[in-house]
């Protein structure tokens, strides 16, 4: 009986918090993982677990901006090099910010949007192009209570 094929999911902002959960939990249960981080080397502060997930089992990390279509299409290259395809997109990158609407630099709001909105805009044009020309594929955005729950001081977020 022919083994099935290891699922190939790509999750931006993985080194930390929920995204490193999510990549670690789906790398122990056997799914090639690739995650995303601003910087390589900001994989020298992630979690004890996760840099020895990265050694037993098929978890990888590739420098990924989500504001940056270079380093979209560049890891878009190296993962499809490896892989040959994604299965899962799950959209987990972002940050927030604290303060008042009226004192939060527009600078400020501006970069929340492109990381939250334009960011998983950018890697579904990205990827779903693929998934729809092979007929299989998910895409899971992670957002956050904040859509549905008003959180003083977070009105940008």
């Known amino acids: 009986m022919k083994q099935p094929e290891k699922r190939t999911v790509?999750?931006?902002?993985?080194?930390?918090?929920?995204?490193?959960?999510?990549?670690?939990?789906l790398a122990r249960e056997g799914y090639r993982v690739f995650g995303t981080?601003?910087?390589?080397?900001?994989l020298?502060?992630?979690?004890?677990?996760?840099?020895?997930?990265?050694?037993?089992c098929f978890l990888r990390f590739v420098e990924l901006d989500v504001t940056d279509p270079a380093t979209?299409?560049?890891a878009l290259d190296r993962i499809y090099a490896e892989a040959g395809q994604i299965d899962v997109l799950i959209n987990n990158a972002g940050?927030?910010?604290?303060?008042?609407?009226?004192?939060?630099?527009?600078?400020?709001?501006?970069?929340?949007?492109?990381?939250?909105?334009f960011g998983p805009l950018r890697m579904i044009g990205a990827?779903?192009?693929?998934?729809?020309?092979?007929?299989?594929g998910m895409v899971i955005n992670i957002t956050s209570i904040a859509a549905r729950a008003v959180i003083p001081f977070q009105a940008h977020y």
């Open 10 to 25: 790509l999750i931006t902002g993985a080194s930390t918090g929920i995204g490193a959960a999510i990549a670690l939990r």
């Open 37 to 42: 981080t601003r910087r390589l080397k900001n």
């Open 44 to 56: 020298e502060n992630a979690p004890n677990e996760l840099k020895a997930a990265m050694n037993e």
């Open 72 to 74: 979209i299409a560049a």
């Open 95 to 117: 940050w927030g910010t604290f303060g008042s609407v009226e004192e939060l630099p527009i600078e400020t709001a501006r970069a929340l949007f492109e990381v939250l909105v």
């Open 127 to 136: 990827v779903v192009p693929r998934m729809r020309e092979r007929r299989h």
